[in-house]
């Protein structure tokens, strides 16, 4: 208890620090601002404008809560480390560190030849993917939201701005830090700080899993999910996805370290806890798998003596109380400047009526499983069977060893998120359960590795390993497919810039964009370049310009009986233009 007393004071230091670093500097008035920044929800229906709950008396109250924390937090964490026992428990956590350190080097040390060789290529190849991937697909709405409304406003803007939840707060974050070490490349701004996490955590991910189980598991488990499209595609993006796949799997393994090596208690609560506020932080959807680990370490708490469990609880306890109210903490700007109701309710996750639940769940079933599997049906018919064959398996042994513990969380952190699903009615995004396939790919592979060992004949054994061999294959090619759609988009991209610039070399007027995915992209380029079109979204006497998708049946009404020509059309739009102009 005395270690996570310790880490509970060291985390409120950290948010108070973190939130004095950025907010006390900052003014009212320029947060006040916010409130005229437009942001993109819906593309079509133009930019929106946030109602902030923002008030000098609010912002007063906030900034003095922040001050109180910081003090009395550093007053706490001082007196803590005045004492000899908490000093110690700094020491033994970082002597936990450097043996565990040591026990993953040593773990790639004892790879052969061979094996290092498959490892390497493995990640170089994974790695290639994503950034080509980075550099070729062009960025989404979200992206440029992101920036636009975000990381273009700073620091203080992306840690308290909250009009819509693709506000990925810690992500953002790390994109402002990206903006000041690359200023202008929006694109490596937006997406090098995915890169570099995704990078990263992978090659921890193969360490650790070829640690807990073993190089033939951790191999086929890093192949699978890292050559799916899903996978590439977020590790390369400009979303908190990866971040928090990251976090999940490093709160993964903690948690099995509480359960099966004592000897890194501290080393494993420090990482649960720290990963899980940095999850929540980057996206509030890390609530369902932290809900899935709260169940994985309740269970846990069996393979204890009756007197010591009382301990464990409260340890488990205090790590939750620190996690929620440190996450609280890190939330109050948005609380103060956006208000709490922006954070707390999420349309994306609204629930619906047992009806409505039960006419769309069929639908969103085959969306989610196209997404995260690919092809719906053998997907899910696959999934089915090895999720029920999973617990009839581990329920047959004796004793459980480490791999028993990581198959009971993995199965846990697939099946957790469906409990929810249909408990509350609602439907998770796709994207929010991309850990999710990480975890049936564990499964599989621990299905192949065991029937590997346990059948007599050797065609048998190999048999489930060639077959997740040939999907991680039929994956890779699967991603080389998206060829055709990167090239389409990029083409896209340039005839949106194409159609920007020519409005730039004509006489200065307002534009009206008729519900166009423009409107977003012409906001963006005129945020970039420092000369934004005058951009209309309802009509105006003085509108010089009239945007139009291509294939729309007519002009509106009222600009019928205007001079308006047709100056300027390609594939997406076509540009009317008051009086005469050269047509493109």
């Known amino acids: 208890m005395r270690f996570l007393l310790l880490l509970g004071s060291l ?24 409130g005229a920044v437009p942001y993109h929800e819906y593309v079509p229906d133009g930019p929106s404008f946030l109602q902030l709950s923002l008030t000098p008396s609010r912002y007063a109250a906030f900034r003095a809560a922040v001050n109180i924390l910081l003090a009395g937090s550093t007053i706490s964490f001082m007196l803590l480390l005045l004492q000899p026992a908490y000093r110690n428990e700094f020491r033994r956590l970082r002597l936990e560190t450097r043996r565990g350190l040591m026990a993953l080097r040593s773990t790639v040390n004892q790879l052969s030849v061979t094996q290092s060789i498959l490892a390497g290529g493995a990640l170089l190849a994974i ?5 080509g991937w980075l550099f070729l697909d062009p960025m989404s709405p979200d992206e440029i939201t992101s920036y636009d409304a975000f990381v273009h406003q700073g620091a203080a803007a992306v840690t308290s701005f909250y009009p819509i939840p693709n506000n990925h707060v810690f992500y953002n974050f790390l994109c ?54 899903l996978t590439v595609l977020y590790a390369a993006s400009g979303r908190g996805y990866f971040v928090q796949m ?15 090596k004592p000897d890194y208690w501290r080393l494993s ?32 708490s069996v393979q204890f003596p009756a007197h010591a469990r009382a301990r464990y609880y409260a340890s488990l306890l205090s790590a939750g109380a620190i996690i929620i109210v440190t996450a609280g903490v890190l939330y109050m700007p948005v609380g103060a400047v956006s208000g709490w109701d922006r954070l707390l309710t999420n349309r994306y996750l609204a629930p619906h009526s047992f009806a409505e639940f039960w006419t769309l769940s069929r639908a969103h079933l085959y969306e989610t499983a196209a997404m995260l599997l ?23 042994q004796r004793a459980l ?3 028993h513990w990581l198959a009971w969380g993995a199965w846990l952190m697939v099946v957790t998120p469906v409990a929810l699903t249909v408990a509350q009615r609602m439907f998770f995004p796709g994207r929010t359960l991309m850990y999710t396939t990480y975890f049936l790919f564990v499964l599989a592979a621990l299905g192949a590795d065991h029937l590997a060992n346990r059948w007599p004949r050797q065609w048998m054994s190999k048999a489930p390993i060639a077959f997740l061999l040939v999907l991680t294959g039929w994956r890779a090619i699967e991603l080389l497919r998206n060829w055709d759609s990167l090239r389409n988009s ?14 730039q070399t004509q006489p200065r007027g307002a534009v009206l964009l008729s519900g166009s995915y423009h409107s977003l992209m012409f906001h963006h380029f005129g945020l970039t370049d420092g000369h934004p079109l005058p951009l209309h979204f309802k009509r105006e006497p003085d509108s010089r310009y009239l945007l139009l998708p291509q294939g729309s049946p007519a002009r509106p009404t009222w600009a019928s009986a205007l001079p308006y020509h047709l100056a300027y059309q390609d594939a997406l739009v076509q540009i009317y233009m008051l009086g005469t102009s050269q047509r493109n």
């Open 176 to 229: 402002w830090v990206a903006a000041k070490v690359v200023p202008g490349k929006v694109l490596l701004i937006m997406r090098l700080p995915s890169l570099i996490v995704a990078t990263a955590g992978t090659a921890l991910s193969y360490a650790l899993l070829t640690r807990f189980l073993n190089f033939r598991v951790a191999s086929l488990v890093i192949a699978l999910f890292g050559f799916s499209t």
């Open 490 to 503: 990029r083409e896209q991209n340039e005839l949106v810039a194409h159609a920007y610039q020519w409005l």
């Open 246 to 260: 990251v976090c999940i799997e490093l709160a993964f393994f903690a948690v099995l370290g509480i359960a099966t």
């Open 401 to 403: 060893l480490p791999k």
């Open 127 to 131: 790695s290639l993917a994503r950034l």
């Open 269 to 300: 609560w420090a990482t649960f806890v720290l990963s899980s506020v940095v999850g929540l932080y980057t996206i509030p959807t890390f609530a369902a798998p932290l809900v899935s680990l709260g169940i994985l370490l309740l269970a846990v």
């Open 11 to 34: 985390c409120l230091l950290g948010a108070s620090g973190y939130l004095a670093g950025i907010f006390l500097p900052t003014s009212y008035e320029s947060l006040a601002r916010l």
């Open 374 to 396: 690919g092809p719906v049906r053998p997907g899910l018919v696959c999934s089915a069977i090895l999720l029920a064959l999973t617990p009839l398996v581990l329920l047959r």
